[in-house]
């Protein structure tokens, strides 16, 4: 194996040598070292904000442990005093029912209090020498005890609970608990005392919770400290390892006390204390700071030993990477120095030319090229100078299209040897497109890339091109692109089992807007057309203007036909808003025929013809809206079509007549009205009654001008009336609608009555509940405007559409007509007939006459009559007739036609 002195000892020498090649790239070499510099510093930083948070953190939770610890030690001694406070009353209280001849042996074992070690009893006359104790003997003087003292003065009956001290009795340290006897007329008798030795209120010490120099105490508001107990020991009256009281001014709290100013071991701790309810002295819990922070410091001696193999370890590591950083930058640099001939040489020519190099991912798959050199011209196609290409992806000198385009013909070159096409390519969005001539060479694994701008021969063919495919008006695609380019798109969408929809879209209006305001603003209305729609499609949809104000837009990649639907009703929505023209603002909705690919057609012509006729479906609904094709419709669009047109030319041709029907008064049996009815006489199908041509009227918009033709012979009729003399009655008018919503129906009226000079109150207006039932202020407006002309006001059908009785009343209407089919069934059941006086009761509540329509037979008139219905209308009195001259109604049940 070779020494590595001589393997790399040529690439220290001549690198050495070369002063311009560290110049260049010391910088580079030195990154290493100072990224893992910095990265040691950081890391170190890191560490020690770590290690500081956590070591907070176990204080604080230390600081809180201390505190709950003392919280449950001052609960349980709460509860031990308590109980033992309790044992003292017992037996004071069975020294009363003993009347002094209590025994206190025979009461333990008779189990009066636990016969335990820790518990001495006994009883202490007034002479202060004991009456009875829990363990016989002597008993010494006890008279000059301080508990003594204190009950023998104080006559409140309080437990006295002294320090630690030695018993006299039991020979050994306890703390003592009191209370007074007295006699009969409260002298004082002596006292009953309970001496506890102070381990019985350290018992609840847990090592495995405080630790090994954990401590709890019990110390006295007084700062006497009762009871101590650190690991196994118990201090009391000769022993304490508490060398001072610590301060504890609230009822409970927490404290970091250092070993060599409070501690007689000299060990620091974290203190927490909490008062004993009922009782004035504090229970206090300490735990060791070295047995707390004992996991802290084990973490932190064992991080700091893993950052410092770290350390060390990322210090060799960058060493190496250094040193292999300036072999490989050697080795480029001799790669660069001679590439640089080569580039000198090729620079005088008029062709780019890169050097492309494979890069492979783990598959060994070509992902991407590396351009590992080029000249300027080549760079130029990318728009970045040479030194700002070089070393970059293919991918990063070329985006979206151009990249896949030549990655695709760089492969084919990489696995075939060689390339040569014309592509079209841009590096990014803000490039021209440019055509260039690419020729590809494998040489050595590397890729040899030679480009030529072909870009100005392209573009004049493309220029001829798009003259003979783009409207000159709108810039949109023409019929000539539609019938040239959309076959091959749909035998794409065919191979590909692809859908594809065909919008036909036709302006609705547009011949009026050129008519009335010019061709002008007609050419500036079809552009302004023409960006809605491209703006309602999507992005990558194509919008083709056929000619005139028909349009096509061309929908690809459906999921479903859905999808189209969804288009068709963004472009109606887009046509909502008035167009802002140099001469005005006119409105121009849509309508759209919609044919899918290939459900409806596989070809171009017939999938425009069948999107034409769904066009012509929709005009036929009303406009303004969308339907796709079906079969049907051809035949159903030709007879309406036909229905249309003849509809046209009887308005045209003015084919239509009017005929009247008598409106009776039910109790007198006299003529008080007319209602005027319209019919159209057809050359060929004679009399058409209504119910065959208004609905196509009012669909197609037709009803408004047929609506003022019906007004105006009205108004004629009535003069020719008023000419002849006699008595006169109002006729009424209905008006559709769509025609009371669209037209000025107050100025026709208003026109008409005064062109054929007729009073308003010879005219009466119809209306249907649908046409007026909202809150709209047009509604109220039109028609308060029409009541004070003096022209009444009737609800026809009343009770087949929405009205409530408030919109009755907020509109103030004259005369409310019954829909024949309540009359129908007054015959049938008395729920009939009472539903028919409801509504004649609720009428005449809001001052309206009432018109029963469908009158057929003299039962029906009676009842009527009955229910106080004001008036009747219907074939027994007379079906309509023309305004003929006829003898007078004398009687309810007589009938005929009447007319004044």
Same mark, same amino acid.
């Given at each position: 194996?070779?020494?590595?002195?001589?393997?790399?000892?040529?690439?220290?020498?001549?690198?050495?040598?070369?002063?311009?090649?560290?110049?260049?790239?010391?910088?580079?070499?030195?990154?290493?070292?100072?990224?893992?510099?910095?990265?040691?510093?950081?890391?170190?930083?890191?560490?020690?904000?770590?290690?500081?948070?956590?070591?907070?953190?176990?204080?604080?939770?230390?600081?809180?442990?201390?505190?709950?610890?003392? !919280?449950?030690?001052?609960?349980?001694?709460?509860?031990?005093?308590?109980?033992?406070?309790?044992?003292?009353?017992?037996?004071?209280?069975?020294?009363?029912?003993?009347?002094?001849?209590?025994?206190?042996?025979?009461?333990?074992?008779?189990?009066?209090?636990?016969?335990?070690?820790?518990?001495?009893?006994?009883?202490?006359?007034?002479?202060?020498?004991?009456?009875?104790?829990?363990?016989?003997?002597?008993?010494?003087?006890?008279?000059?005890?301080?508990?003594?003292?204190?009950?023998?003065?104080?006559?409140?009956?309080?437990?006295?609970?002294?320090?630690?001290?030695?018993?006299?009795?039991?020979?050994?340290?306890? @703390?003592?608990?009191?209370r007074r006897l007295s006699n009969d007329d409260g002298s004082f008798a002596g006292v009953v005392l309970i001496s506890v030795v102070p381990d019985y209120f350290t018992a609840t010490f847990d090592e495995l919770t405080l630790g090994q120099h954990g401590m709890i105490s019990v110390i006295g508001d007084d700062g006497a400290v009762r009871v101590s107990r650190m690991g196994g020991s118990t201090y009391a009256l000769y022993q304490q390892v508490i060398a001072h009281t610590p301060p504890m001014p609230a009822q409970s709290g927490s404290v970091f006390l250092r070993g060599e100013d409070w501690f007689l071991d000299r060990r620091s701790r974290i203190v927490g204390w909490t008062a004993i309810s009922g009782f004035p002295m504090k229970a206090v819990t300490a735990l060791d700071v070295g047995d707390t922070l004992a996991g802290y410091q084990a973490h932190r001696a064992s991080?700091?030993?893993?950052?410092?193999?770290?350390?060390?370890?990322?210090?060799?590591?960058?060493?190496?990477?250094?040193?292999?950083?300036?072999?490989?930058?050697?080795?480029?640099?001799?790669?660069?120095?001679?590439?640089?001939?080569?580039?000198?040489?090729?620079?005088?020519?008029?062709?780019?030319?890169?050097?492309?190099?494979?890069?492979?991912?783990? !598959?060994?798959?070509?992902?991407?090229?590396?351009?590992?050199?080029?000249?300027?011209?080549?760079?130029?196609?990318?728009?970045?100078?040479?030194?700002?290409?070089?070393?970059?992806?293919?991918?990063?000198?070329?985006?979206?299209?151009?990249?896949?385009?030549?990655?695709?013909?760089?492969?084919?070159?990489?696995?075939?040897?060689?390339?040569?096409?014309? @592509?079209?390519?841009?590096?990014?969005?803000?490039?021209?497109?440019?055509?260039?001539?690419?020729?590809?060479?494998?040489?050595?694994?590397?890729?040899?890339?030679?480009?030529?701008?072909?870009?100005?021969?392209? !573009?004049?063919?493309?220029?001829?091109?798009?003259?003979?495919?783009?409207?000159?008006?709108?810039?949109?695609?023409?019929?000539?692109?539609?019938?040239?380019?959309?076959?091959?798109?749909?035998?794409?969408?065919?191979?590909?089992?692809?859908?594809?929809?065909?919008?036909?879209?036709?302006?609705?209006?547009?011949?009026?807007?050129?008519?009335?305001?010019?061709?002008?603003?007609?050419?500036?209305?079809?552009?302004?057309?023409?960006?809605?729609?491209?703006?309602?499609?999507?992005?990558?949809?194509? =919008?083709?203007?056929?000619?005139?104000?028909?349009?096509?837009?061309?929908?690809?990649?459906?999921?479903?036909?859905?999808?189209?639907?969804?288009?068709?009703?963004?472009?109606?929505?887009?046509?909502?808003?008035?167009?802002?023209?140099?001469?005005?603002?006119?409105?121009?909705?849509?309508?759209?025929?919609?044919?899918?690919?290939?459900?409806?057609?596989?070809?171009?012509?017939?999938?425009?013809?069948?999107?034409? @006729?769904?066009?012509?479906?929709?005009?036929?609904?009303?406009?303004?809206?969308?339907?796709?094709?079906?079969?049907?419709?051809?035949?159903?669009?030709?007879?309406?079509?036909?229905?249309?047109?003849?509809?046209?030319?009887?308005?045209?041709?003015?084919?239509?007549?009017?005929?009247?029907?008598?409106?009776?008064?039910?109790?007198?049996?006299?003529?008080?009205?007319?209602?005027?009815?319209?019919?159209?006489?057809?050359?060929?199908?004679?009399?058409?009654?209504?119910?065959?041509?208004?609905?196509?009227?009012?669909?197609?918009?037709?009803?408004?001008?047929?609506?003022?033709?019906?007004?105006?012979?009205?108004?004629?009729?009535?003069?020719?009336?008023?000419?002849?003399?006699?008595?006169?009655?109002?006729?009424?008018?209905?008006?559709?609608?769509?025609?009371?919503?669209?037209?000025? =129906?107050?100025?026709?009226?208003?026109?008409?009555?005064?062109?054929?000079?007729?009073?308003?109150?010879?005219?009466?207006?119809?209306?249907?509940?649908?046409?007026?039932?909202?809150?709209?202020?047009? =509604?109220?407006?039109?028609?308060?405007?029409?009541?004070?002309?003096?022209?009444?006001?009737?609800?026809?059908?009343?009770?087949?559409?929405?009205?409530?009785?408030?919109?009755?009343?907020?509109?103030?209407?004259? =005369?409310?007509?019954?829909?024949?089919?309540?009359?129908?069934?007054?015959?049938?059941?008395?729920?009939?007939?009472?539903?028919?006086?409801?509504?004649?009761?609720?009428?005449?509540?809001?001052?309206? !006459?009432?018109?029963?329509?469908?009158?057929?037979?003299?039962?029906?008139?009676?009842?009527?009559?009955?229910?106080?219905?004001?008036?009747?209308?219907?074939?027994?009195?007379?079906?309509?007739?023309?305004?003929?001259?006829?003898?007078?109604?004398?009687?309810?049940?007589?009938?005929?036609?009447?007319?004044?």
């Amino acid at each position: 194996m070779l020494d590595a002195r001589f393997i790399y000892a040529p690439f220290f020498r001549e690198s050495l040598r070369d002063r311009s090649f560290w110049r260049a790239n010391l910088r580079t070499v030195l990154v290493w070292p100072m990224t893992a510099l910095i990265v040691c510093v950081v890391g170190w930083i890191i560490v020690s904000q770590v290690l500081n948070t956590e070591r907070k953190n176990a204080q604080e939770a230390a600081f809180h442990e201390a505190r709950v610890l003392s !919280r449950v030690y001052a609960e349980d001694m709460s509860r031990t005093i308590k109980s033992i406070d309790q044992m003292v009353l017992h037996v004071r209280y069975e020294w009363e029912l003993s009347r002094g001849k209590l025994d206190l042996v025979q009461s333990m074992a008779r189990g009066l209090f636990p016969a335990d070690s820790a518990f001495y009893v006994a009883i202490i006359g007034a002479d202060g020498y004991g009456v009875s104790s829990s363990r016989p003997g002597s008993s010494p003087y006890l008279g000059d005890r301080d508990y003594f003292a204190f009950h023998k003065t104080d006559e409140s009956d309080q437990m006295f609970m002294g320090p630690p001290t030695f018993g006299r009795n039991s020979r050994r340290e306890v @703390i003592q608990f009191s209370r007074r006897l007295s006699n009969d007329d409260g002298s004082f008798a002596g006292v009953v005392l309970i001496s506890v030795v102070p381990d019985y209120f350290t018992a609840t010490f847990d090592e495995l919770t405080l630790g090994q120099h954990g401590m709890i105490s019990v110390i006295g508001d007084d700062g006497a400290v009762r009871v101590s107990r650190m690991g196994g020991s118990t201090y009391a009256l000769y022993q304490q390892v508490i060398a001072h009281t610590p301060p504890m001014p609230a009822q409970s709290g927490s404290v970091f006390l250092r070993g060599e100013d409070w501690f007689l071991d000299r060990r620091s701790r974290i203190v927490g204390w909490t008062a004993i309810s009922g009782f004035p002295m504090k229970a206090v819990t300490a735990l060791d700071v070295g047995d707390t922070l004992a996991g802290y410091q084990a973490h932190r001696a064992s991080l700091i030993s893993v950052g410092l193999v770290g350390t060390a370890l990322l210090g060799i590591l960058s060493l190496l990477t250094a040193f292999i950083s300036a072999k490989w930058a050697w080795q480029s640099h001799q790669l660069k120095t001679a590439a640089a001939a080569y580039r000198m040489a090729t620079e005088e020519g008029q062709e780019g030319f890169f050097i492309a190099r494979p890069i492979y991912n783990d !598959r060994v798959q070509v992902e991407d090229f590396r351009i590992v050199d080029c000249n300027q011209k080549g760079a130029a196609f990318t728009m970045r100078r040479r030194n700002q290409l070089v070393g970059k992806r293919l991918g990063e000198a070329f985006t979206g299209d151009a990249f896949k385009r030549i990655f695709d013909r760089l492969c084919d070159a990489h696995f075939h040897g060689s390339h040569d096409a014309e @592509i079209e390519i841009r590096a990014d969005p803000s490039q021209e497109k440019k055509w260039v001539h690419l020729k590809v060479v494998r040489s050595n694994g590397d890729l040899a890339v030679t480009l030529r701008d072909v870009s100005e021969s392209k !573009r004049h063919v493309e220029e001829l091109e798009k003259k003979s495919n783009e409207d000159p008006l709108t810039g949109l695609p023409n019929r000539n692109w539609l019938q040239t380019c959309l076959p091959e798109t749909l035998r794409k969408s065919g191979e590909r089992n692809e859908r594809l929809a065909l919008l036909f879209v036709d302006l609705d209006g547009f011949k009026t807007v050129n008519d009335s305001l010019g061709h002008a603003a007609g050419d500036e209305l079809l552009c302004s057309a023409a960006g809605r729609l491209k703006e309602a499609v999507r992005p990558h949809d194509t =919008v083709v203007r056929l000619g005139g104000d028909e349009f096509v837009a061309v929908i690809e990649n459906l999921e479903n036909n859905a999808d189209a639907g969804h288009i068709a009703s963004r472009v109606i929505a887009a046509f909502r808003q008035p167009f802002s023209l140099a001469e005005g603002r006119p409105s121009v909705g849509v309508s759209t025929g919609i044919s899918i690919f290939p459900d409806d057609a596989t070809d171009l012509p017939t999938l425009l013809k069948n999107a034409d @006729i769904a066009m012509y479906a929709a005009k036929s609904a009303g406009k303004g809206r969308y339907v796709f094709y079906q079969p049907k419709l051809y035949e159903k669009v030709r007879a309406r079509l036909d229905s249309e047109i003849a509809l046209r030319r009887a308005i045209e041709n003015d084919e239509f007549e009017m005929v009247y029907q008598s409106r009776i008064d039910v109790s007198t049996g006299r003529l008080v009205g007319l209602e005027a009815l319209v019919r159209w006489r057809d050359p060929q199908l004679g009399i058409v009654t209504p119910d065959h041509f208004i609905a196509l009227a009012e669909e197609t918009g037709l009803i408004l001008r047929l609506g003022e033709m019906v007004i105006d012979k009205v108004c004629w009729q009535l003069s020719v009336w008023l000419r002849h003399g006699g008595p006169m009655v109002p006729v009424s008018v209905n008006v559709s609608p769509r025609q009371f919503n669209e037209a000025n =129906v107050r100025q026709i009226l208003e026109d008409c009555m005064r062109r054929h000079e007729v009073g308003s109150h010879l005219l009466e207006v119809e209306l249907t509940e649908s046409s007026v039932m909202g809150d709209d202020a047009h =509604v109220t407006g039109v028609l308060e405007s029409l009541q004070k002309m003096g022209i009444k006001l009737l609800v026809d059908d009343f009770g087949t559409g929405y009205s409530s009785l408030s919109q009755l009343h907020r509109l103030d209407f004259d =005369v409310l007509k019954v829909d024949r089919a309540f009359t129908r069934n007054i015959e049938c059941t008395a729920q009939d007939r009472a539903f028919f006086t409801a509504i004649v009761t609720m009428a005449h509540a809001l001052d309206m !006459r009432v018109v029963a329509e469908g009158v057929e037979n003299a039962r029906q008139v009676e009842i009527l009559r009955e229910l106080h219905c004001d008036e009747a209308q219907g074939f027994y009195f007379s079906r309509p007739e023309p305004p003929v001259w006829r003898q007078p109604f004398t009687s309810a049940g007589g009938h005929g036609a009447f007319a004044p």
